[in-house]
T-cell receptor
Framework: DTAVSQTPKYLVTQMGNDKSIKCEQN?????MYWYKQDSKKFLKIMFS???????INETVPNRFSPKSPDKAHLNLHINSLELGDSAVYFC???????????????FGPGTRLTVL | QKEVEQDPGPLSVPEGAIVSLNCTYS??????FMWYRQYSRKGPELLMY????GNKEDGRFTAQVDKSSKYISLFIRDSQPSDSATYLC????????????FGEGTQLTVNP
């Protein structure tokens, strides 16, 4: 019954490799997000998709490319991985209701990426 | 200067203590304020949500917003060891997919 799920949970890879992280939500939400949390626990938004359309694209290297095949999925592909990409990546989803009290973002469990 | 400032702690208190967590912000466009709780190796979960200045209470938790001072607080009464987590303040200016701007998070430990 997981609401927002991510795979893999842990990812250890070498510099220069390309990797993908997958996210799925079964809440019926229309908006999905990718956040990066660094070693100091600072959580920063990277991308947001609403109904498969990119609506937020923060200053992120273009080695990072999100892809939303449908409303329930938002994947993150990272090319040419660098040491500084090591972090925990969180997927989140929300439903745009126009009422702030119900636009809650629900977070997945995170993917811990380590680049060696 | 960060848009949202939060003391990262760590903060260690005895069980039963009243805990006060705070954030300040610089962007007066922020209208909606949230507190998320994040247990170790888990995703953040929404704890409290507030919109207007004033207090909002939910059980042992009270969220306070002072828009004139650009200051928000979370109080935890009768703190329990199960409250040990990182608490992140977050805020946004709109809804419908608006991005949340988070504070750095305060790591709290409640000792039995």
């Amino acid at each position: 019954d997981t609401a927002v799920s991510q795979t893999p949970k842990y990812l250890v890879t070498q510099m220069g490799n390309d990797k993908s992280i997958k996210c799925e939500q079964n809440l019926g939400h229309d908006t999905m997000y990718w956040y990066k949390q660094d070693s100091k626990k600072f959580l920063k938004i990277m991308f947001s998709y609403n109904n498969k359309e990119l609506i937020i694209n923060e200053t992120v290297p273009n080695r990072f490319s999100p892809k939303s095949p449908d409303k329930a999925h938002l994947n993150l592909h990272i090319n040419s991985l660098e040491l500084g990409d090591s972090a925990v990546y969180f997927c989140a989803s929300s439903q745009a209701t126009g009422r702030p009290s119900t636009d809650t973002q629900y977070f997945g469990p995170g993917t811990r990426l380590t680049v060696l | 200067q960060k848009e949202v400032e939060q003391d990262p702690g760590p903060l260690s208190v005895p069980e039963g203590a009243i805990v006060s967590l705070n954030c300040t912000y610089s962007n007066s466009a922020f209208q909606y304020f949230m507190w998320y709780r994040q247990y170790s190796r888990k995703g953040p979960e929404l704890l409290m949500y507030t919109y207007s200045s004033g207090n909002k209470e939910d059980g042992r938790f009270t969220a306070q917003v002072d828009k004139s001072s650009k200051y928000i607080s979370l109080f935890i009464r009768d703190s329990q060891p199960s409250d040990s987590a990182t608490y992140l303040c977050a805020m946004t200016w709109g809804t419908s997919g608006s991005r949340l701007t988070f504070g750095e998070g305060t790591q709290l430990t409640v000792n039995p």
